[in-house]
């Protein structure tokens, strides 16, 4: 009975693979955990609210601030003059400089 015992423990077939199985399936339960708990806190939307609003408003108008037609009623827009609060104007060449 001994001898069957220390025959079955020395053959170690397999056994690089089957660690190799149960270390990748450990990381990929570990990922989804982590994946399905910041989807439930919405971390993505807070993370891509910068570039979806802020960046996209200074890239378009170059204010952060700033709003035209498309967003409604236009706010801190550099070449609509609606003499609200907020709203001015860029003049680049001024009269009689040309």
């Known amino acids: 009975m001994a ?3 220390k ?3 020395q053959d170690a077939d397999g056994q690089a693979v089957l660690e190799y199985l149960i270390l990748v399936s450990t990381v990929v339960a570990a990922y989804l955990m982590v994946a399905q708990g910041l989807a439930k806190i919405g971390l993505m939307q ?3 609210r910068p570039i979806a609003n802020d960046f996209a408003m200074a ?3 170059g204010n952060v ?3 035209g037609y ?3 009623t236009p706010q801190n827009h550099p ?3 609606d003499h609200g609060p907020g709203d001015f104007r860029i003049f680049i060449n001024p009269k009689g400089a040309g």
Do not use: H
């Open 70 to 72: 498309d967003e409604g």
């Open 65 to 67: 601030k700033a709003k």
């Open 79 to 81: 070449r609509i003059d």
């Open 46 to 48: 807070v993370l891509m």
């Open 3 to 5: 001898l069957k015992f």
């Open 59 to 61: 890239y378009k108008y």
């Open 7 to 9: 025959k079955l423990s």
